[in-house]
């Protein structure tokens, strides 16, 4: 359901503009391209216009999902209020916040961890403190879980941290839209440096032989002892047996292109979804090293892993906010609750399970969570305040179909 202070609000700040294809000559203006103040007026009334037009077009469609959303919630038996939600108040724009919130709450590896911590064990980062803000949500959700009021938790705390870390640009800025994506990646970055008390860059030596280096051997590191992945690459070339291209590198995401991945469930249709992200990997091939005495013939390259995480996070990344339903689809065909990221990396001892704890969607400029409760066994739906039990993952994926969301951000969990 999309509320009144979530995707209407969203959508009614969004700036639209139109890209030209490269210069062109425009006859209106003089021999200095100067312009008059007729003309400009005019411009200016043409684009007020167009604004306009633009925003109408959006508050429709964003009506018609809410609309849908509203009905599919009522068709679902016995869909009740469980969980708590998060606020977003009219002119917040904390959707992208707010998801994040409650796919970390729902790893629950990481909240019994965090919240185990208490606040005067850790570097405060920023002024407020983001690792303190997120601490303060937590216990709410805490307490609120026991509340049979489920009254929704303010997330103003953590905005306000996040953008006092940015006071020079429009980076997570109060009343201003960002990408849940990044968002996960600054909140990590805090957790790093404030339970380590370094920065990410602050890397292990680099080998000899090897570019690059891994980010943090350090076990009371939340973000790193969970989510990240210390990746070792080589190429072994299949022509000439030369090894080559070492590189190794800390990632917390495993980014897949969403037009890659439903174009390779099209010519493999039986394939899993870990299978298919092995497959798209395969796809990247570079040149047999012949500055290293490579033959030049194109190889895949191979991951390894030494350590998996515990949490396993994919980012999906689109063309486009709104993409057609067809494509919408057929990306969500590709999509399993369960992987084997053995299949993805070497290294590992096989049968490295992971079930999908947590999906982060989007339509247009407007976010939401589908997160998996084990107390109810059944898929629930976050949009801000409004918290309802959908049912099982057929019924995610059509709500997802139906209402041209757009998955983003996937969280798999170990199973062990």
């Excluded at 209020?81 to 629950?108: A, D, P």
């Excluded at 090897?210 to 990746?231: P, R």
């Excluded at 057929?394 to 998955?407: A, F, I, K, S």
């Amino acid at each position: 359901m999309v509320s009144s202070t979530g995707a209407i609000e969203d959508a009614m700040d969004v700036t639209f503009v139109v890209l030209g294809t490269g210069p062109a000559i425009n006859p209106h203006l003089g021999d200095n391209g100067t312009k008059t103040l007729r003309q400009l007026h005019a411009e200016q009334d043409d684009e007020e216009r167009f604004q306009a037009d633009l925003k109408q077009a959006v508050l429709q469609s964003l009506a018609s999902f809410g609309l849908f959303l509203t009905m599919a919630i009522k068709n679902i038996s016995g869909a009740d209020m469980v969980g708590t939600g998060l606020k977003n108040e009219v002119g917040e724009y904390n959707c992208f916040l707010n998801v994040i919130i409650q796919s970390l709450w729902h790893l629950r590896r990481f909240r019994n961890e965090f919240l185990a911590r208490s606040t005067s064990e850790h570097v405060h980062v920023g002024v407020p403190c983001v690792v303190c803000a997120l601490y303060e949500i937590f216990t709410a959700l805490s307490m609120a879980s026991t509340d049979t009021r489920r009254e929704a938790v303010a997330p103003s705390s953590l905005r306000i941290a996040l953008s006092k870390l940015y006071p020079d640009s429009n980076f997570f800025q109060e009343a201003q839209m960002n990408d849940a994506s990044e968002v996960l990646g600054v909140i990590f970055d805090c957790l790093h440096r404030s339970f380590t008390s370094s920065s990410i860059s602050d890397t292990v030596p680099v080998e000899s032989n090897c570019m690059g280096s891994w980010d943090c051997g350090n076990s009371i590191c939340l973000a790193h002892s969970l989510f990240g992945m210390d990746v070792f690459e080589r190429m072994n070339c299949y022509d000439c047996g030369l090894e080559s291209r070492h590189l190794k590198y800390t990632s917390f995401f495993h980014n897949i292109n969403a037009s890659a991945l439903r174009t390779m469930k099209v010519m493999c249709a039986e394939s899993s979804f870990d299978e298919l992200l092995n497959l798209v990997e395969m796809n990247h091939q570079l040149a047999c090293d012949p500055k290293g005495g490579g033959c030049g013939e194109f190889n895949h390259i191979h991951h390894i892993l030494s350590t998996p995480p515990h949490v396993f996070t994919t980012v999906l990344g689109w063309q486009n906010t709104c993409e057609s339903a067809d494509d919408i689809t057929a990306t969500l065909a590709a999509l399993n609750t369960e992987i084997d990221i053995s299949v993805l990396y070497r290294g590992l001892d096989p049968n490295n399970r992971y079930c999908l704890v947590s999906v982060v969607c989007y339509y247009g400029q407007h976010y939401h969570c589908f997160a998996y409760s084990h107390e109810h066994a059944q898929w629930v739906m976050y949009d801000d305040g409004t918290v309802k039990v959908i049912g099982g993952w057929d019924n995610v994926l059509t709500m997802c179909e139906r209402g041209h969301l757009q998955p983003q951000v996937l969280f798999f969990e170990a199973v062990n």
